[in-house]
């Protein structure tokens, strides 16, 4: 049987395909968390943060590093949980995967809402090319 990027036959893999090429989750084991730190001092310095929009760009920093600990208990849990045998256990991790990942990010949306309020134009145009690919809030 074939299967696309990122999967395997226990269900879907680590990587791109996954959390929707987010180029942290390609970064080797013990590292996510150092390649966090600097991706959020990249996109701060990419929109030119202000010390007026300190606080809530601190606001949304903080929920991205919280985000990260969420991924990685969720992956975490889904390493032992994929081990399942049948497509039913299979698909139960996949739908227990889904829902994490959708309080992940609405966990993450109150911040990035004030922060995008608190943005002028131009550093706006910036955040709609820079923030938030699909499944990936770094």
């Not at 090429?21 to 150092?34: E, L, V, Y």
């Not at 600990?69 to 975490?76: F, K, N, R, T």
């Not at 045998?85 to 889904?98: G, K, S």
């Amino acid at each position: 049987m074939m299967y696309g990027p990122g999967y395997g036959r226990r269900g879907f893999g680590h990587g791109p395909s996954m959390m929707g090429g987010c180029p942290m989750w390609d970064a080797p084991d013990g590292q996510m968390s150092s390649f966090a730190d600097g991706r959020i001092a990249f996109l701060k310095a990419e929109l030119n943060i202000t010390d007026a929009q300190k606080t809530p760009w601190d606001a949304y920093a903080e929920a991205l590093k919280s985000n990260l600990q969420s991924m990685q208990g969720m992956w975490q849990s889904m390493r032992v949980v994929l081990e399942g045998d049948t497509p039913v256990e299979r698909l139960d991790a996949h739908i227990t995967t889904m829902e994490s990942r959708v309080s992940a990010l609405k966990a993450v949306k109150p911040a990035l809402s004030n922060l995008y309020a608190a943005l002028n134009a131009d550093q706006r145009k910036k955040a709609n090319e820079l923030l938030t690919g699909i499944g990936c809030m770094m």
